[in-house]
C-alpha cells in the first residue's frame, strides 16, 4: 500500500516512550477496517493468503495481539497492518517500496511469497522482542520469499527497527538511535549498512557475496543500500520525497529541497517529540506550503504538484506507542485513526485488554454512521467541499481536533491512575471496559461535530437568495 511511516527513538520523544506510526493507504477510498483483539491461541494453526494463496504453518502459543484487518479479507487479503502484542512487542506493516531492476531481474519477486495480507498474522503473534521480530520475519522470507517490496517496522520499550525487503529474499534491518526519528515515504530508505556492527543491522544472508559476484554496488566504499536496491527517478521525486521532506522539516531536521535524492533515513529532531507531533505529520497535506491541496490562495500547479500525506484513500492510521514511564501493564497504547486523517482524531486503545470497543470491532460493507469507520468518513464528506470555509470547525481553538485531544490526552491519565491499582486478570478487565468506554466519549464528540458540521454546510448552499426584508414588508 502507498503509505507513509514515522519512527521516533525512546530519548527522541518527551515521555521517553517508542513510537512507530503508519498511514495505510489503500488503493481505493472506500476499503473498510476494523479493529479488533485476536486472543491468545495455544494450538498450530494455519494462515491462507486469500492474496498470493500462500498456505503458512503458524506455531502453538500464539500470543493475544491488536490488529486492523480488511472486513471483507475474502475479496481483499486480511491485512492485518498494525498492532501490539500481549508482550508489548508492536509492528507494522507494511510501507510498500520498490527495487530497481537490476536487482528485481536477478532475485525477482516470489508470487506465491509471503505478502503485506499476511505479514502481521503469522509474525507479531509470535515474537518477544523488536529484534527478535527482524529475526523471525528474516527466516520466514528465506523460506517462502517475498511476494512485494515491504517496509516493516518493529519496537519494543527499548528499541525502533525498521526492515527492507525489496527483492524476492534479499533485506536489511537498521536499529533506529534512540535519539532519532525517521520518515519513511514507498522508497528503499536504508542507506549505509555496517556489517561490523550486528548489535545496529541485520540483514539476509548472502547479500553482500549477491551484490558483489553482480556488481550492483556503485559505491566502492560504502554498502548504501539504498543505491543498491532502491530507485531514484521522476515519480519518487513528485510521490514520496516531498513527503519525507515535509515530515522531516515539522520534525526539525533541515531538509532543502522536497525533490532531494539524498534525505537522510533517519535524523536528530531539534526539540523533544510528542506523539501528537507524530500525528500532526501523518494528518498534514504540506500545511503552510505553497504545495497545500487544499489551500485557496496559492498557484493550482503547486497545489497538485506532489502527492501529500493525508489521503482521502487512507484505510486506517495508527501510531503504536510503548511508554517507559508507566507499569508494563498498561505500557501499551494503539492510537487509531480511521480517517482521512486531516480531518479526524487519534482515539486510544490499550494493548493490554481483550477487545477495543464495538464501533471499531464490527465495521460492515454498507454504510452505518454508527461504526466508526463510516462516521470518520462522514466527517470528511462533509467538511472537505468546503474546506476553508468550514476549517474554523476543525481546527479552531474550539473546534473539533483539538477538542478531541484534550479529551483523549485527559482519558489516557484518567485510565493511569486507575489502572496503575490493578493488575493480572483484573487490569485486563478494566483496561477491556476502559477501551470501549473512551471511544464511546470520543464518538460522542465526533456525532456532535458531523451536526455542527451539517447545520453550517446548509447556510454554504449555493441554492440561496438574499431577501430584502423591507420590500416583503411593503
Given at each position: 500500500?502507498?503509505?507513509?511511516?514515522?519512527?521516533?527513538?525512546?530519548?527522541?520523544?518527551?515521555?521517553?516512550?517508542?513510537?512507530?506510526?503508519?498511514?495505510?493507504?489503500?488503493?481505493?477510498?472506500?476499503?473498510?477496517?476494523?479493529?479488533?483483539?485476536?486472543?491468545a491461541?495455544?494450538?498450530?494453526?494455519?494462515?491462507?493468503?486469500?492474496?498470493?494463496?500462500l498456505d503458512?504453518?503458524?506455531?502453538?502459543?500464539?500470543?493475544?495481539?491488536?490488529?486492523?484487518?480488511?472486513?471483507?479479507?475474502k475479496?481483499?487479503?486480511?491485512?492485518?497492518?498494525?498492532?501490539?502484542?500481549?508482550?508489548?512487542v508492536?509492528?507494522?506493516?507494511?510501507?510498500?517500496?520498490?527495487g530497481?531492476p537490476?536487482?528485481l531481474?536477478?532475485?525477482p519477486?516470489?508470487?506465491n511469497?509471503?505478502?503485506?495480507?499476511?505479514?502481521?498474522?503469522?509474525?507479531?503473534p509470535?515474537?518477544?522482542?523488536?529484534?527478535?521480530?527482524?529475526?523471525?520475519?528474516g527466516?520466514?522470507?528465506?523460506?517462502?520469499?517475498?511476494?512485494?517490496?515491504?517496509?516493516?517496522?518493529?519496537?519494543?520499550?527499548d528499541?525502533?527497527?525498521?526492515m527492507?525487503?525489496?527483492?524476492?529474499?534479499?533485506w536489511?534491518?537498521?536499529?533506529?538511535?534512540?535519539?532519532?526519528?525517521?520518515?519513511?515515504?514507498n522508497?528503499?530508505?536504508?542507506?549505509?549498512?555496517?556489517?561490523?556492527?550486528?548489535?545496529?543491522?541485520?540483514?539476509?544472508?548472502?547479500?553482500?557475496?549477491?551484490?558483489?559476484e553482480?556488481h550492483?554496488?556503485?559505491d566502492?566504499?560504502?554498502?548504501?543500500?539504498?543505491?543498491?536496491?532502491?530507485?531514484?527517478?521522476?515519480?519518487d521525486?513528485?510521490?514520496?520525497?516531498?513527503?519525507?521532506?515535509f515530515?522531516?522539516?515539522?520534525?526539525?531536521?533541515?531538509?532543502?529541497?522536497?525533490?532531494?535524492?539524498d534525505?537522510d533515513?533517519?535524523?536528530?529532531?531539534?526539540?523533544?517529540?510528542?506523539?501528537e507531533?507524530?500525528?500532526?505529520?501523518?494528518?498534514?497535506h504540506?500545511?503552510?506550503?505553497?504545495?497545500?491541496?487544499?489551500?485557496?490562495n496559492?498557484?493550482k500547479?503547486?497545489?497538485?504538484k506532489?502527492?501529500?500525506?493525508?489521503?482521502?484513500?487512507?484505510?486506517?492510521?495508527?501510531?503504536?506507542?510503548i511508554?517507559n514511564?508507566?507499569?508494563?501493564?498498561?505500557a501499551?497504547?494503539?492510537?487509531?485513526?480511521?480517517?482521512?486523517t486531516?480531518?479526524?482524531?487519534?482515539?486510544?486503545?490499550?494493548?493490554?485488554?481483550?477487545?477495543?470497543?464495538?464501533?471499531?470491532?464490527?465495521?460492515?460493507?454498507?454504510?452505518?454512521?454508527?461504526?466508526?469507520?463510516?462516521?470518520?468518513?462522514?466527517?470528511?464528506?462533509?467538511?472537505?467541499?468546503?474546506?476553508?470555509?468550514?476549517?474554523?470547525?476543525?481546527?479552531?481553538?474550539?473546534?473539533?481536533?483539538?477538542?478531541?485531544?484534550?479529551?483523549?490526552?485527559?482519558?489516557v491519565?484518567?485510565?493511569?491512575?486507575?489502572?496503575?491499582?490493578?493488575?493480572?486478570?483484573?487490569?485486563?478487565?478494566?483496561?477491556?471496559?476502559?477501551?470501549?468506554?473512551?471511544?464511546?466519549?470520543?464518538?460522542?464528540?465526533?456525532?456532535?461535530?458531523?451536526?455542527?458540521l451539517?447545520?453550517?454546510?446548509?447556510?454554504?448552499?449555493?441554492?440561496?437568495?438574499?431577501?430584502?426584508?423591507?420590500?416583503?414588508?411593503?
Amino acid at each position: 500500500m502507498a503509505c507513509t511511516t514515522v519512527l521516533v527513538g525512546k530519548k527522541a520523544n518527551i515521555a521517553g516512550s517508542t513510537i512507530i506510526a503508519r498511514n495505510c493507504d489503500a488503493e481505493v477510498c472506500n476499503v473498510p477496517v476494523k479493529f479488533v483483539v485476536v486472543p491468545a491461541k495455544s494450538e498450530k494453526q494455519t494462515f491462507h493468503s486469500y492474496v498470493t494463496g500462500l498456505d503458512i504453518p503458524l506455531p502453538e502459543n500464539a500470543l493475544r495481539y491488536q490488529m486492523a484487518p480488511f472486513v471483507d479479507y475474502k475479496i481483499h487479503g486480511q491485512f492485518g497492518e498494525c498492532g501490539i502484542n500481549s508482550e508489548n512487542v508492536a509492528m507494522s506493516a507494511t510501507e510498500s517500496l520498490y527495487g530497481n531492476p537490476q536487482v528485481l531481474g536477478l532475485d525477482p519477486l516470489v508470487s506465491n511469497g509471503i505478502g503485506e495480507d499476511a505479514l502481521l498474522s503469522i509474525v507479531l503473534p509470535f515474537i518477544h522482542s523488536a529484534r527478535d521480530g527482524v529475526q523471525y520475519l528474516g527466516k520466514l522470507i528465506e523460506k517462502y520469499g517475498s511476494h512485494e517490496g515491504n517496509g516493516i517496522a518493529f519496537s519494543d520499550k527499548d528499541e525502533v527497527w525498521y526492515m527492507e525487503i525489496p527483492t524476492g529474499h534479499y533485506w536489511v534491518a537498521e536499529k533506529l538511535d534512540d535519539d532519532k526519528a525517521a520518515v519513511v515515504a514507498n522508497q528503499v530508505s536504508l542507506q549505509d549498512i555496517d556489517f561490523d556492527d550486528s548489535s545496529r543491522f541485520m540483514w539476509a544472508p548472502g547479500i553482500r557475496e549477491f551484490v558483489e559476484e553482480n556488481h550492483l554496488n556503485p559505491d566502492p566504499n560504502e554498502f548504501n543500500f539504498r543505491h543498491i536496491f532502491g530507485t531514484s527517478n521522476s515519480r519518487d521525486r513528485c510521490y514520496n520525497t516531498p513527503r519525507v521532506w515535509f515530515g522531516q522539516r515539522y520534525l526539525g531536521h533541515i531538509a532543502f529541497s522536497p525533490t532531494s535524492n539524498d534525505l537522510d533515513f533517519s535524523f536528530k529532531p531539534d526539540r523533544k517529540l510528542k506523539r501528537e507531533d507524530v500525528g500532526y505529520v501523518l494528518s498534514s497535506h504540506y500545511n503552510e506550503t505553497i504545495y497545500d491541496p487544499l489551500a485557496d490562495n496559492t498557484p493550482k500547479d503547486d497545489r497538485t504538484k506532489f502527492r501529500p500525506i493525508s489521503m482521502a484513500r487512507c484505510a486506517e492510521s495508527h501510531i503504536l506507542e510503548i511508554r517507559n514511564n508507566v507499569p508494563a501493564g498498561i505500557a501499551g497504547i494503539a492510537w487509531i485513526n480511521f480517517a482521512p486523517t486531516a480531518f479526524n482524531p487519534y482515539v486510544p486503545f490499550y494493548a493490554n485488554a481483550n477487545g477495543t470497543a464495538p464501533e471499531y470491532e464490527n465495521t460492515t460493507d454498507a454504510y452505518d454512521s454508527n461504526e466508526a469507520y463510516w462516521l470518520s468518513r462522514t466527517v470528511a464528506a462533509l467538511i472537505q467541499p468546503s474546506y476553508n470555509e468550514m476549517k474554523s470547525l476543525l481546527n479552531g481553538l474550539d473546534g473539533f481536533l483539538p477538542t478531541a485531544d484534550q479529551l483523549t490526552n485527559h482519558l489516557v491519565h484518567q485510565t493511569d491512575l486507575e489502572a496503575e491499582k490493578l493488575s493480572g486478570q483484573k487490569l485486563i478487565q478494566y483496561l477491556t471496559k476502559a477501551n470501549a468506554a473512551n471511544a464511546q466519549k470520543v464518538l460522542d464528540l465526533t456525532h456532535k461535530t458531523v451536526g455542527n458540521l451539517v447545520k453550517h454546510e446548509l447556510t454554504l448552499s449555493r441554492l440561496s437568495f438574499s431577501i430584502n426584508t423591507d420590500r416583503l414588508q411593503s
